[in-house]
């Protein structure tokens, strides 16, 4: 098969449920592939794909690069809420932006939280025992998936209980920018940007009068000399967080459970083991990335392993085949939580490498053994349907019985 037939097979429902075969497919013609079309290149290769990722020459989509796209982005709320964020900037802003807001989302900022997450995770099992107690079946994504990560970044950031199943809608609006589709998806996500942008704006105020011990107080307490966020970068980083940190780890919780429930022997060995979890997510992490793509664009003539990719031009990024490059895992298809040196891509990798990895991890880490020591009984009650999107990829029903 060609590479534009593959990436035509990619772009089918099929394709995106089961991208693999045809990841396959592209590490057989080597890492990296010259496209046409909205694309230069794709970049699956793993040691190319860090090479990449690690090029300061390849650029996250920024205002400047959006501007020749879509002149008229900045009508839209949505975008300029995104395009101030540290995920849409590069350099030296980035690298500013960035150092302010990682100075205070630290690992004793995420370590403290873990009680939380244990007490998060403890009540929604408890839901889903009552639900499940007569051999129902219960959706694993709704009472669980979803749930967890909002209430943990609700946490983080200080967004009382009562306003955080409000922000759901918000945020998937918001994110739907990102995807492919018509200008419908526009008034939604600019109504959502200025309700958030709102709500934060209310958020900063109150608690620059009565601070308290979260994100929200640290982020804006900063003075007002040059190195401090500005009001509009502080609530694009607020927005951002949520937006970034929410829906991938619901996909981590959703992809990771049907690998086990697919490896009843794994699964058995965790519950006995609950020690062996962090390599247990990380292997979830990168067998089935929650974001399988990203994209960078070039302003200069440059190159990929002799691919030319020409100023202007965008590659795409595809993390979630690196992480199954034969080259640098044996058989990559397997399920094998043992793998020694398994750094996976899901988390990108260079400058804008996830912040949120740590935090991620450790609610991953503190939630699967809980489930399966909770529920001995627990099973897969029917086909999972899945999201069609390879920029997220994970469930939205994940039916499971627990009795
Ligand atoms: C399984 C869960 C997660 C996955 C798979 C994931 C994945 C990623 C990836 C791939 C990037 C970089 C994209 C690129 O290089 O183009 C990224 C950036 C980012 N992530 Fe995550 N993420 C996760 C969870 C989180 C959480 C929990 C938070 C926050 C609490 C978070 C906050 C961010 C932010 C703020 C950025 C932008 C960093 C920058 O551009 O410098 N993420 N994430």
């Known amino acids: ?42 970049v699956h290769g793993y040691d190319a794909v860090c090479r990449v990722l690690r090029d300061p020459a390849f650029r996250v989509l920024d205002a400047e690069r959006l501007s020749r796209l879509m002149p008229s982005w900045q009508e839209h709320p949505s975008l300029t809420v995104l395009m101030n964020s540290i995920m849409f900037t590069n350099g030296d802003q980035h690298a500013r ?10 690992a004793r900022r995420v370590a403290a939280l873990a009680d939380t997450v244990t007490s998060q995770v403890d009540r929604l099992l408890d839901g889903i025992a009552e639900l499940g107690a007569s051999g129902a079946q219960v959706d694993f994504m709704k009472e669980f998936a979803f749930p967890l990560p909002s209430n943990v970044i609700g946490e983080l950031l200080g967004v009382p209980a009562e306003d955080r199943a409000w922000f759901q809608p918000h945020v998937t609006a918001i994110g739907a920018v990102l995807d492919a589709g018509g200008d419908s998806k526009y008034p939604p996500a600019d109504k959502a940007a200025a309700e958030l942008s709102a709500y934060f704006a209310d958020l900063v105020r109150q608690r620059r009068q009565d601070p308290r011990d979260d994100l929200v107080t640290l982020l804006s307490a900063a003075g007002e000399d040059e190195d401090t966020l500005t009001h509009e970068e502080l609530l694009s980083a607020l927005v ?27 699964a058995k060995r965790l519950r006995e083991q609950p020690e062996l979890a962090a390599p247990y997510v990380d292997e979830f992490l990168r067998l089935e990335a929650p974001a399988q793509l990203t994209t960078r664009w070039t302003a ?18 595809l993390l979630g085949a690196a992480n199954r490059d034969p080259a640098r895992f044996p058989e990559p298809d397997e399920f094998r939580p043992d793998r020694a040196d398994n750094a996976h891509l899901t988390f990108s990798a260079g400058a804008h490498f996830c912040p949120g990895a740590l935090l991620t991890t450790t609610e991953a880490q503190l939630a699967f053994p809980r489930l399966l020591a909770r529920f001995p009984g627990l099973a897969l009650a029917g086909e999972p349907v899945y999201r069609s ?5 994970g469930h939205t029903h994940l039916p499971i019985t627990v009795a």
Do not use: C, W
């Not at 037939?5 to 057989?28: D, K």
């Not at 932006?97 to 630290?106: A, D, P, Q, S, V």
């Not at 691919?307 to 590659?315: F, H, K, L, Q």
């Open 1 to 42: 098969m060609s590479t534009a037939a593959t990436f035509q097979a990619l772009r089918t429902e099929e394709g995106r449920r089961n991208p693999y075969p045809h990841y396959a497919a592209l590490h057989a013609t080597g890492p990296v592939a010259p496209l046409t079309g909205s694309y230069a290149a794709s």
């Open 97 to 106: 932006k960035r150092r302010l807001i990682t100075r205070e989302f630290t």
């Open 300 to 317: 200069v003539d440059t190159e990929i392993e002799g691919v030319a990719v020409p100023a202007g031009s965008t590659v795409l990024v």
């Open 240 to 266: 951002l967080v949520f937006n970034a940190g929410f829906e991938t780890t619901t996909h981590l919780l959703g992809n990771g459970l049907e690998v086990l429930l697919r490896h009843p022997a794994a």
């Open 389 to 393: 999107q390879l920029t997220l990829r």
